[in-house]
DNA sequence: TTTTGATTACACAGACCTGTGTACTTAGGC
DNA sequence: GCCTAAGTACACAGGTCTGTGTAATCAAAA
């Protein structure tokens, strides 16, 4: 596993400078220029690439927007790990919250494509979680998706205003009580029972 | 009940227009000029109140800092009033999340003093919480406290991006199941049988 | 070698922002 | 009537930002 080369195309080079910047520091925060100088680029090539700073936040939002790989483990065990994914998030020092509820605050309710885009990013994630409760057979997966999202998003805000990783440890045991609920297999019921031998 | 009077100390009337522009269209996106012409004073007097923009920042965060009123409902229906009373904030159309969230995602994590205010505000809110889960004798008042402002920050942020009251019935829900889960009386198990009488 | 396309250096327009300086007006309290 | 405090009008300094215009440079393809 080398480490990834060097970015080729000069587009490549400046969305990856814009994602670090506009993510740690945020959108507003950073000017063109500031972006160029860090790549040690002209203003004006990076104008050749992007017509706009606009468009260069559609599309650090739209590289933002992965989706999430398929995985061959139990849909329970999935869903769960996904809170220990956001905990190690958490941890590192360079996680800032969600960039696209990030952009909406900052950019404000009038500008509609960033709303667009968190919008879709939002309920691709809401729709991943259903299909993998819809797998475990869940009743009401649509209904239990939405709240495992909240659970998602309440952590990272927390996360994002107090820097406290066990935000996703609180989220992964309320998510636990609630698949537990819907009928869902999730380990030992808390803690009444003594250890099966 | 009368209409509240017209505000009285030209401080209160730049505290109230601020409050309002910060807050429906960014801090950041809100010069003073906007602020004073809105009252339609001038910028001068602006400035004899407030020593700075960042001055008027704070007092802004710290006037929304309002602590929650007492009751004398029991605690399980102040609990779960919460998330309708949320809804009901969803639903007007003037509302655009949480304030303390969005200055921290607006003015970054540099600025020390927001953040201060953010934190404060959301520990006040959890140990609402668990003040109340005390009170009905939650044994883990503390770590349910805290999984249900994740409920709480989770519904607003997303209904930030998805502007959809529903989020705040989503978290109730979850918030019922929670809070039976840990012994708590919340009126009949989901749906399982009949209307009784 | 010549041509072509990308990039650079750099100036600049036009907008907006925070904050200040200054002289004028206005309204009450004494 | 006079004095003080508050507010007004308005210019302006100094900074930042987005976006453009222009001429020079450089490298690789033809």
New interface residues.
């Given amino acids: 596993m080398a480490p990834p080369p060097a970015p080729q195309t000069m587009k490549e080079r400046i969305l990856q400078t814009a994602d670090k910047l506009f993510y ?3 959108i ?2 950073i000017g063109v220029d500031t972006i160029a100088a860090e790549i040690g680029i002209s203003k004006r090539t990076l104008y050749n690439h992007f017509p706009s700073k606009d468009a260069l936040i559609a599309a650090y939002l739209e590289r933002r927007f992965v989706h999430a790989r398929p995985s061959d483990k139990p849909p329970a065990e999935q869903i769960l790990a996904t809170f220990d994914s956001l905990e190690r998030r958490f941890a590192a020092k360079d996680f ?3 960039p ?3 952009a ?7 500008d509609r494509a960033v ?1 667009k885009i ?2 879709a990013f ?2 691709s994630r809401r729709l991943w979680f259903r299909d993998r409760l819809t797998e475990l057979g869940v009743a009401d997966a649509d ?1 239990l998706a ?2 495992l ?10 996360d ?3 820097d406290d990783p ?2 996703a440890r ?2 992964k ?2 998510a636990t ?2 698949l537990r ?1 819907a009928g869902v297999d999730v380990g030992e019921p808390v803690k009444r029972r003594r250890a099966p031998k």
Same sequence: chains 1, 2.
């Fill in positions: 740690l520091q945020g507003r925060a800032r919250g969600c696209f509820v990030n909406v605050a900052e950019l404000g309710p009038s709303k968190a919008i939002k309920e209904a939405t709240q999202v909240l659970l998602v998003d309440g952590s990272i805000a927390q994002l205003v107090r066990a935000m609180a989220a045991e309320a009580v609630l609920n």
